[in-house]
């Protein structure tokens, strides 16, 4: 008993992950668990926010707060996100530049950073696209 509770919930880890990886739209939990529904039909919210816990706490998943609700990202690598006021759209950026000013201007100054999270704001090309 024991035993197949513990293999469910690895299971369904393993599902809500997967979904996380498949998605660079940074979704919320509602998003991830109609997903989740469609491969695990008899999963909980609860459970998908369960999970995303655990998996956040493992490191295996980013959850990033936009002032209102979380959203989760499957990326866990060094990056930096946009969001759009416009749209709500969180985007990936890829631009390590920024990474080295901030850690030789610290770094001078005695701090060891270790990590740390950058979120630009404004309108996305989409959207800006839009407008015109
Ligand atoms: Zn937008
Ligand atoms: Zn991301």
Known sequence: MEKNV???????????????RSTDIHPTADWIYEKA???IPNISLGTVYRNL??????GLILEL?????SRFDGRVDQHFHF??????SIYDIDNRKI????HNDLRKEGYQVQSFDVVFS?????CNGNQN
Do not use: A, M, Y
């Open 6 to 20: 513990k293999r469910r919930n690895t299971q369904q880890r393993k599902v809500i992950l997967e979904i996380l």
């Open 37 to 39: 529904r469609q491969v």
């Open 53 to 58: 816990k655990i998996l956040k706490d493992e």
């Open 65 to 69: 707060n936009d002032g209102k609700q």
């Open 83 to 88: 969001k759009c006021l416009s749209c709500n």
């Open 99 to 102: 990474v080295n000013i901030e």
């Open 122 to 126: 404004g309108i996305c090309p989409k």
